[in-house]
């Protein structure tokens, strides 16, 4: 995911409930973070990975 994505989210009062990062628990492509937004609903963004192009 793109930080500027990320700080446009944080500049909007969202907080994240769990960093951005690949989450092997679900899937070994699956990268996704948790966000809070200001009236406390959680939000989930997701995007599939191709592992064999991340360093």
Same mark, same amino acid.
Not at 28 to 44: G, Q, W
């Given at each position: 995911? &793109? &930080? &500027? @994505?990320?700080?446009?989210?944080?500049? $909007? #009062?969202?907080?994240?409930? #769990? $960093?951005? @990062?690949? =989450?092997?628990?679900?899937?070994? *492509?699956?990268?996704?973070?948790?966000?809070?937004?200001? *009236?406390?609903? =959680?939000? &989930? =963004?997701?995007? =599939?990975?191709?592992?064999?192009? $991340?360093?």
């Amino acid at each position: 995911m &793109k &930080k &500027k @994505k990320d700080d446009a989210f944080y500049a $909007q #009062g969202i907080t994240d409930a #769990g $960093q951005p @990062k690949l =989450r092997a628990e679900y899937h070994e *492509s699956y990268y996704a973070t948790f966000l809070i937004n200001p *009236s406390e609903k =959680r939000i &989930k =963004r997701e995007n =599939r990975v191709n592992i064999n192009t $991340q360093k």
